[in-house]
C-alpha cells in the first residue's frame, strides 16, 4: 500500500491515466452476470481485463468491487461472500497492476436517504465501512468513491473510510445529469464547497455524461475546490443498434477533449461506461507525460443542503421559528418525536424569506436522539433551504453534524478554549460553519469586554486554523436585562470592519417586552447599517420582514433573494431585445414627457437596473449586449430631440496604438451609449496623438482605454503622460485582458474597470461628482 | 513545414465549450432568444472562414534550463514545465484569414454588436478546435513519442515577440502578418503554438 503522502506527491508530478469499463468488457467474453462474483468464479478474466488496462497505458487500476458492498450484494445473496469478493479483487488487480496504483473502488447502494428512500445515515456508513476495511487490510493504494447521486450517502461513505484508514489517499466522486444536477439535486458548486471541508483527497465527476457534456459541470467543480481533480466520462450517452446498448464515442472522439479538461486543472483522467482498452491506448498517446497545471480556488462563504446553497454574500436572514423556546405545543410536538411539525414550521420561514433554518430541539436531554437524527436528516430535503444546528450539548451535536446532508452553520460555540477546540474539531470532521458568540463564562455588558472575547476568539481560532469559517454573534441581551443594544451595535461595526461577518439573536432584545415586533425591527435596521450580515430572525413578522427589505434598499445592499424582477415591463422589453416594443413605450412616453425626461427618469434608470441584474448574474453578456443594442436606437432618436447641449456627457473611448483587439472596447462602448452618453469610439490600434487631440476637442466626462495584451498596456502610460504634459486631466478608466486594478494605477490610470456595467458605475460616479 | 487547409463545417466544436464562450457558461443551454443569433452567426463564419494549420518539427536540445532549436533559444516557467527536455518540438500556426476579421467588423459598424460579439467568440473557438485537430492526428500518429502540453507565446512568460519569428517561418504560406511592436496577429484569429514531444520509455510504447 502506498501512502497517502506518495499518492499526492505522484500527482503533484503529472497527471495520471485511470483505466475504463469492466461490465463491458466482461460482456465482450461472454460473462453476463453481476461482475462482482467474477472475482470468485472467474478471477482469471477479472485479472485479464485489468491487464489489458495496464498494457493500454493506465497508471491507476480499479478493483473490481464497484457493487461490493453488504447491501449492494445482499440483493444478489452474495453478502455471505463480501470479505471473499473483496480480497480476491484487490489481490486480482494488485498481481495484474505491476507498479501501478491500485485504487478499490466502491460505488452507491442504490438506496436513498429518508426521507426520499429509508436509508439512514448509519446505514449507509456501516455498508461502507465493512468493505473499506478489507480494503484496506489488503493493501490498495486508494479509494474512490464513484458514481454517487448524493450528497448524504457520499458523505458517509467517505467518513467511513476514513474511520477505516487515516492514510489511505480518497477520491469522493458524484455524477450529474445534463442539466449538472444530482439525482438528489445538488449540483457541482455545492459538492465543491461541502465536500472541501471534508478529509478527502480529491473530488471528481463520473458516469451518465459524454465528455463534451460533462465538461462545464467539471470546470465549475474545479474552479471551487482546491482538492486534487478527477474525471471519467462515459463515451457519450448510450445509444442501441441491433437491441444493444452501444456508447457511440470512439477513442478519436473522445480524445479531442482531453486537453479541454486538461486546461481546466485534471489530475486523473479515465473513462467511465463504454470506455474500452483502446480509449485508454489513446488516451495516453493524447495525455503524454503533462504536469498538471496550477489552479485557483473561487472563494466563497456558504452553508449548504444537497439542493442549495446559500452564500454569505447578501443579507440572510436565518428563520428561528423550530425552536420550543416559550412555544409549549411544539415542545410537546418535538417530545412525540412529531417531524410533520417541524417541516410545516420550516415551509413556512422559508416561504416568507428565511434562507437558512435555525434548528433548536430545546432541553436536549428530554429529545430522543434518534429524533434530532430524522430530523437533521431529513429537513434539508423536503424543505430545501440549510439548516443552523442551535444544538449546545456536544455529543448529540455531534450525531446531528454527523446526519446533516450538506455544509451547515454550527450555532454556536461560546469563546472558551476547550469548547471551540471541541467544537472546531467537530466541523473539521464532518464539515461546517461556526458561528461564535462573544461571551465566555461571563456575559460581556459593553463594547471593550466583547472586542476582548473577539481578540481572544481570533488568536484560538488562529491556533486552530479555523479563522475562515466563523461567523460571530455579539450576543444580544433582553433590553430588560440591561442589554444595552448601543454596545452590540458597536462590536457589529468592529468586527465588520475587521472583515468578518456578524450575526445576531435578533429576537432576544424584545424578551418579555411589548410591542417587540417594533423594536425588533429598529433594532435591525441599526445593525443593518453597522454592517450586520445575517439574523436569527422570525421572517413571518410582516413588520421585520418588510422594514429589512427597504432598510437593504436605503443601504444600497441589495435586495433580499426571491424577489423577481417582475412588473418591470421596460427591463423585460429591453433585456429580450424587443425594439418594436421599446419604441412604442417611449412614443408613449413622449406624450406625457419630454424627451430629456424619458432618458433620465426612465430609460438610464431601466439601463442601470440591465446593468445590475448583469452584475448580480442574473442576465448574461449577450443579453447585456442584446440590451445595449436594442437601446441604441431610442437614445439616438431621442438626442436628436434634445438641443445640443443636453444630449449627454461625451465619453471617448480607444484600443491603444499596437492592438487590433476591439471586440471589449465595442461592447463597452455600446453599454455606455446605451446610458445615454455620447460616445466618441475612436477604434482600434489608436495612435496616443490622435486620443489626446480628441480629449481636447470633446472634453470627455472620461476617456476609456483598452489593451489586451501585455505589450500594448504599456501604451495606457504613453497617454496618460501625454495627457498630463497638455494639461488635461480628464479621469482615464482603463480595461483588457492584461490588465487588473494594480497595473492600471502603475500606468497612471485613475480607474478600472473589469466589465462594462462597471466602465458604466465610475461614469455615474464622476457625474454625481464623487 | 507541413499544411492542411481545413473545411470550417469539420471542425467540430463541443457545444458546451462554444456556450461558455459565448457568455452562458452558468446556463445549461443557450436560451431560445439567442439560439438564431448564434446559428445566424455561425453560418456566416461557415461562409467566411478558411482555415489553415501550419507546422514544422525541429529537432531541439536542452541545456542549463534552455531549450533550443532552428536557432531559437527558449527558457522560463513555462517552457522549464512544458518545454524542457523535449527531443522534438512542433511549432504550429493556425488561422481562419482577413475574411473573419471583416466580417466582425461589419457588424459593429451597423450596430449589430451582438452579432459582431457571436461571431468573434464562434470564431476564436474554431481556430483553436482547428489547431487541436492536427494536434490530436500528430499524437496518434506518433506512437513513439508522447506530446506534452502545447504552449503560446504571449502566456505566462513565454513572449509575444516570438509571434514574429513563426510567422517569418511560413511565410509565403499563408497570409499572416505581426503588428510592428505589439506583436498581434493580424488576422486576429491566428494563433501560434510550441509542443514539446520526448521519447517513449520501452514500456510505455
Known sequence: ?770 | MSKVELDPREIEIPKNVLKARLGFGRVREIPPAFEKYVREAYEELLEVATPVVLWEDFEAKSEGGKISFDGLELSGKLVEAHLLGSKLVTVFLATLGEGVDEKIEEHFARGEDLMGFFLDGIASEMVEYALRRVDATLRIQRPHLLGGFKVSPGYVDLPLELNERIVKMFEGQVDVRVVQGSYVLVPRKTITAFLGWRERDAKEI
Open chain 1, 1 to 770: 500500500m502506498r501512502k497517502r503522502s506518495d499518492v499526492a506527491r505522484m500527482l503533484e508530478e503529472r497527471v495520471l491515466l485511470l483505466d475504463g469499463a469492466y461490465g463491458t468488457e466482461f460482456m465482450k467474453r461472454g460473462y453476463e452476470e453481476v461482475p462482482e462474483l467474477l472475482n470468485l468464479k472467474a478471477p482469471n478474466v477479472v485479472y485479464e481485463v485489468h491487464r489489458s488496462y495496464v498494457e493500454s497505458g493506465a497508471d491507476v487500476i480499479l478493483t473490481n468491487t464497484f457493487g461490493a458492498t453488504p447491501m449492494k450484494l445482499k440483493k444478489h445473496g452474495l453478502d455471505v461472500d463480501l470479505e471473499r469478493i473483496v480480497r480476491s479483487a484487490v489481490q486480482m488487480a494488485r498481481k495484474a497492476a505491476d507498479d501501478r496504483l491500485v485504487f478499490g473502488d466502491l460505488g452507491p447502494t442504490g438506496e436513498l436517504p429518508y426521507p426520499l428512500g429509508t436509508a439512514t445515515f448509519d446505514d449507509y456508513y456501516e455498508n461502507f465501512k465493512e468493505t473499506a476495511r478489507i480494503m484496506v487490510e489488503e493493501g490498495v493504494d486508494g479509494i474512490i468513491l464513484e458514481t454517487f447521486s448524493d450528497l448524504l450517502e457520499l458523505k458517509a461513505a467517505v467518513l467511513a473510510v476514513r474511520d477505516v484508514s487515516k492514510d489511505v489517499f480518497l477520491v469522493a466522486q458524484m455524477t450529474f445529469d445534463e442539466k449538472g444536477r444530482s439525482l438528489t439535486g445538488t449540483d457541482p458548486l455545492t459538492f465543491a464547497v461541502t465536500f472541501e471541508d471534508l478529509d478527502v483527497d480529491a473530488l471528481g465527476i463520473n458516469c451518465s455524461l459524454g465528455p463534451d457534456e460533462m465538461v462545464p459541470i467539471f470546470q465549475e467543480l474545479s474552479q471551487h475546490t482546491e482538492k486534487f481533480l478527477v474525471v471519467e466520462p462515459n463515451a457519450g450517452r448510450p445509444i442501441v443498434v441491433d437491441g444493444k446498448t452501444v456508447y457511440p464515442l470512439t477513442p478519436e472522439m473522445f480524445s479531442v477533449h482531453i486537453d479541454t479538461f486538461y486546461e481546466s486543472g485534471v489530475n486523473v483522467f479515465g473513462g467511465c461506461c463504454g470506455t474500452t482498452p483502446e480509449h485508454i491506448r489513446l488516451f495516453r498517446k493524447v495525455m503524454g507525460e503533462r504536469r498538471p497545471l496550477k489552479r485557483k480556488r473561487r472563494k466563497l462563504f456558504a452553508v449548504t443542503s444537497p439542493s442549495k446553497i446559500v452564500r454569505f454574500d447578501h443579507f440572510v436572514v436565518i428563520g428561528e421559528r423550530i425552536n420550543p423556546s416559550g412555544r409549549k405545543k411544539l415542545w410537546e410536538k418535538m417530545l412525540e418525536k412529531d417531524e410533520k411539525v417541524i417541516v410545516e414550521e420550516g415551509k413556512q420561514q422559508v416561504e416568507r424569506g428565511a434562507e437558512v433554518l435555525d434548528v433548536n430541539f430545546g432541553i436536549e436531554s428530554m429529545v430522543d436522539t434518534g429524533y434530532v437524527k430524522r430530523v437533521v436528516q431529513s429537513l434539508p430535503y423536503v424543505v430545501g433551504v440549510p439548516l443552523s444546528l442551535d444544538v449546545q450539548d456536544l455529543r448529540l451535536a455531534e450525531e446531528a453534524l454527523r446526519v446533516y446532508p450538506g455544509r451547515p452553520l454550527f450555532n454556536s460555540s461560546k469563546v472558551e478554549e476547550k469548547e471551540l477546540e471541541q467544537k472546531v474539531g467537530l466541523l473539521k470532521r464532518y464539515g461546517g460553519v461556526l458561528v461564535v458568540l462573544l461571551m465566555g463564562k461571563d456575559v460581556p455588558k459593553t463594547f471593550e469586554e466583547r472586542k476582548e472575547y473577539l481578540e481572544r476568539a481570533l488568536n484560538i481560532l488562529k491556533t486552530l486554523g479555523f479563522e475562515d469559517r466563523v461567523i460571530f454573534d455579539p450576543g444580544v441581551l433582553p433590553l430588560g436585562a440591561d442589554g444595552r443594544p448601543l454596545e452590540v451595535l458597536k462590536t457589529v461595526r468592529h468586527i465588520s470592519e475587521k472583515g468578518f461577518l456578524t450575526t445576531l439573536g435578533l429576537s432576544n432584545l424584545s424578551f418579555g417586552l411589548p410591542n417587540r415586533t417594533y423594536l425588533n425591527s429598529a433594532f435591525l435596521v441599526l445593525a443593518l447599517n453597522e454592517g450586520l450580515s445575517s439574523a436569527i430572525a422570525n421572517p413571518l413578522d410582516e413588520i421585520l420582514m418588510n422594514t429589512l427589505r427597504s432598510a437593504l434598499v436605503l443601504l444600497g445592499r441589495g435586495e433580499l433573494p426571491r424577489v423577481e424582477v417582475k412588473g418591470d415591463e421596460i427591463v423585460e422589453v429591453i433585456v429580450s431585445g424587443n425594439e418594436e416594443k421599446l419604441k412604442k413605450i417611449v412614443e408613449d412616453l413622449l406624450k406625457e414627457k419630454d424627451p430629456l425626461s424619458v432618458v433620465e427618469e426612465v430609460l438610464r434608470p431601466a439601463m442601470e437596473r440591465v446593468g445590475k441584474m448583469y452584475d448580480e448574474g442574473k442576465i448574461f453578456l449577450p443579453q447585456l449586449i442584446l440590451a445595449a443594442q436594442t437601446v441604441k436606437p431610442i437614445f439616438d432618436r431621442l438626442s436628436d430631440l434634445l438641443p445640443k447641449s443636453e444630449t449627454g456627457e461625451a465619453f471617448v473611448i480607444a484600443t491603444v496604438k499596437g492592438d487590433v483587439h476591439d471586440i471589449g472596447k465595442n461592447i463597452v462602448a455600446s453599454v455606455i451609449r446605451s446610458n445615454g452618453y455620447r460616445v466618441v469610439d475612436l477604434g482600434k490600434d489608436v495612435d496616443t496623438s490622435v486620443i489626446v487631440e480628441t480629449v481636447e476637442k470633446e472634453k470627455p466626462i472620461a476617456l476609456g482605454l483598452s489593451a489586451m495584451m501585455t505589450t500594448t498596456v504599456v501604451r495606457i502610460r504613453e497617454v496618460v503622460d501625454e495627457l498630463r504634459r497638455r494639461n488635461l486631466t480628464v479621469p482615464v478608466i482603463v480595461g483588457g485582458a492584461s490588465l487588473n486594478e494594480k497595473l492600471a494605477e502603475e500606468l497612471g490610470a485613475d480607474f478600472y474597470a473589469k466589465n462594462a456595467s462597471e466602465a458604466v458605475r465610475i461614469l455615474k460616479e464622476l457625474k454625481g461628482g464623487k
